[in-house]
């Protein structure tokens, strides 16, 4: 499987600012994932990363709020911008190993994130 | 659309029990069934998949079948222990679908001495 780390692992905000969440994997990958886990609460996918096109966001997420890049094969970042108390999440990334229609999901760390 | 309803937690075990989660899941297509496991503190890490009707996932003493006459794919475990005290989500992807996982709300296990 593929080694995926994040940064920040966790981080203390105020609201209002805005906060770059990292995502590295060590092998190349087509298809990079963002999800919210809020406290005590499932996964909700916020949107689909591919290298070298946009973001494609799920319903009730936005770009404006959660804008994404995708520079390469390995790397990408989730902003949360102009964060409120609401925002305060476990952030993780995921990446698709595998093949093709079996292709599994793997997850980083994730990004523990409390705003104030 | 896509759902998956896990059984309700915290479920908790004394060690050495038999442990089922329930799992049962709607979908428009054929999806790829998941169990992943979240350890206090950390990420989700893969337990167990099946890909398509009657294949049965397992991995570390876990195992769950996937049952397509009633949509479910229950995780067992004949022995549990302490340090299977986790998060433990139940996950469906449809093939050829645009690959999104859907999540079912999580079930807390508790393993006590």
């Known amino acids: 499987s593929a080694v995926i780390s994040q940064k920040p692992s966790r981080d203390i905000c105020q609201r209002g600012t805005s906060l770059t969440i990292q995502c590295q994997v060590d092998?190349?990958?087509?298809?990079m994932f963002w999800y919210r886990q809020q406290p005590g609460q499932s996964l909700t996918l916020i949107a689909t990363a591919n290298q070298g096109s946009e973001a494609t966001y799920e319903s009730g997420f936005v770009i404006d709020k959660f804008p994404i890049s995708r520079p390469n094969l390995t790397f990408s970042t989730l902003t949360v911008s102009n964060m409120s108390p609401e925002d305060s999440s476990i952030y993780l990334c995921?990446?698709?190993?595998?093949?093709?229609?079996?292709?599994?999901?793997?997850f980083g760390p994730g990004t523990r994130l409390t705003v104030l | 659309g896509n759902s998956v309803t896990q059984m309700e937690g915290p479920v908790t075990l004394s060690e050495e029990a038999f442990l089922t989660i329930n799992c049962t899941y709607t979908?428009?297509?054929?999806?790829?069934l998941f169990w992943y496991v979240q350890y206090p503190g950390e990420g989700l890490q893969l337990l167990l998949k099946?890909?398509?009707?009657?294949d049965k996932g397992s991995n570390k003493g876990f195992e769950a079948t996937y049952r397509k006459e009633t949509t479910s794919f229950h995780l067992e475990k004949g022995s549990v222990q302490v340090s299977d005290s986790a998060v433990y989500f139940c996950a469906l992807r449809l093939t050829g679908g645009g690959n999104k996982l859907t999540f079912g709300t999580g079930t807390q296990l508790k393993v006590e001495l």
């Open positions: 979908a428009t297509g054929y999806p790829s």
């Open positions: 092998s190349q990958v087509t298809m």
């Open positions: 099946a890909t398509k009707a009657d």
């Open positions: 995921s990446v698709e190993w595998g093949g093709l229609s079996t292709d599994t999901q793997y």
